[in-house]
């Protein structure tokens, strides 16, 4: 099964909350699992991306949280900003899928003022 | 910047028409991917390239063709276009390191009336 869930698909926080996206997967060989950022009218961007060998990966104020056993993960956004508003994507990607990846139906996130 | 130029930005054509997109990159990546994005389903692959005249079928490749003759240069084609084809179609390449993230260009939206 290639699907990546992907979980609220929209969220609203105040400046300053910390909003937690999530994503579940059922293939085990998935190796890689990044988090792509879209503003409007733009192409997504990676954000951050771990590795399944970790639990957890950090860069600034974004957080991947890995949980192997029940293949999940999430991002959090710490101290979230005005300009953090975008829509978000997971995804996962494995060698034998010819390096392809499968994204996540995305997370459009609004921070207010 | 990835150096991804996407061709046209927008177009609005009649269905049954044909429709050429174009994915230009300026340097020299292997991988080149055409995506779909629609509201509730994320990204979709619909044809990848893994080399000049080497393509792969993605999950909705149904409708659409693809053709590789120089490295920069990755064609989409909508033989007779569609309703259901109305989307906003990204190229992306793949970056050279050993985790070979992708980079999107900008996007074509298309309209199909």
């Known amino acids: 099964q290639q699907q990546v869930k992907q979980s609220p698909q929209s969220l609203i926080v105040q400046k300053g909350g910390i909003p937690i996206i999530n994503c579940a997967y059922e293939?085990?060989?998935?190796?890689?699992f990044p988090w792509y950022q879209q503003f409007p009218g733009k192409g997504p961007a990676l954000l951050i991306a771990?590795?399944?060998?970790?639990s957890e990966k950090k860069e600034g104020r974004f957080t991947i949280s890995f949980n192997k056993s029940a293949k999940q993960f999430s991002l959090h956004i710490m101290d979230s900003q005005p300009g953090d508003s975008a829509t978000y994507f997971c995804a996962a990607s494995m060698k034998d899928y010819g390096q392809n990846f499968v994204f996540g139906p995305g997370t459009r996130l609004s921070v207010l003022p | 910047d990835a150096g991804i130029t996407q061709s046209p930005r927008h177009k609005v054509t009649e269905t049954g028409t044909p429709v050429t997109l174009r994915c230009h990159q300026t340097e020299n990546h292997r991988y080149m991917y055409w995506y779909r994005q629609d509201p509730g389903h994320g990204l979709r692959l619909i044809h990848y390239?893994?080399?000049?005249?080497?393509?792969d079928k993605g999950e909705v490749s149904d409708g659409y063709s693809v053709s590789r003759s120089k490295t920069e240069d990755f064609l989409l084609t909508l033989e007779s276009a569609t309703s259901s084809q109305t989307s906003v179609y990204f190229c992306?390449?793949?970056?050279?390191?050993?985790?070979?993230?992708?980079?999107f260009g900008e996007g074509s939206r298309l309209t199909v009336l």
């Open positions: 992306a390449i793949r970056g050279q390191g050993a985790v070979g993230e992708l980079f």
């Open positions: 390239s893994y080399g000049v005249k080497d393509t």
């Open positions: 293939n085990t060989a998935f190796d890689y």
């Open positions: 771990i590795r399944p060998d970790v």
